[in-house]
Nanobody, 127 residues
């Protein structure tokens, strides 16, 4: 059974940092991209960042570019999201996800194209 388990969420003041982790168990997604999404109350789930499983090429939403960094450890089947200079508008539940299609260059940003999801971890940024 495939499981994606996020950790590292919490409450932080504006300007602070958090590091999220997403560990994959049950299978290895060696040729899949992985993504981070977030969903704030009353809003749709939105793309935050994604990374190819090979070459480590990364993609970011404009709202987090320059502040967030996605990385991965293939040997541990784990993806990370380092979040710096956090703002109150970053408050949301953060989810990691794996798309339904493999391929080194397939890195979608639409949530509907992701097949496996974690349970989410809450990030709260106070002003």
């Amino acid at each position: 059974q495939v499981q994606l388990v996020e950790s590292g969420g919490g409450m932080v003041q504006a300007g602070g940092s958090l590091r999220l982790s997403c560990a994959v168990t049950g299978r290895t997604f060696s040729s899949y991209a992985m993504g981070w999404f977030r969903q704030a109350p009353g809003k749709e789930r939105e793309f935050v960042a994604a990374i190819r499983w090979t070459r480590g090429i990364t993609y970011y939403a404009d709202s987090v570019k320059g502040r967030f960094t996605i990385s991965r450890d293939n040997a541990k089947d784990t993806v990370y999201l380092q979040m710096n200079s956090l703002k109150p508008e970053d408050t949301a539940v953060y989810y990691c996800a794996v798309p339904g299609v493999s391929g080194g260059s397939y890195v979608p940003s639409a949530p509907k194209l992701y097949h496996y999801w974690g349970q989410g971890t809450q990030v709260t940024v106070s002003s």
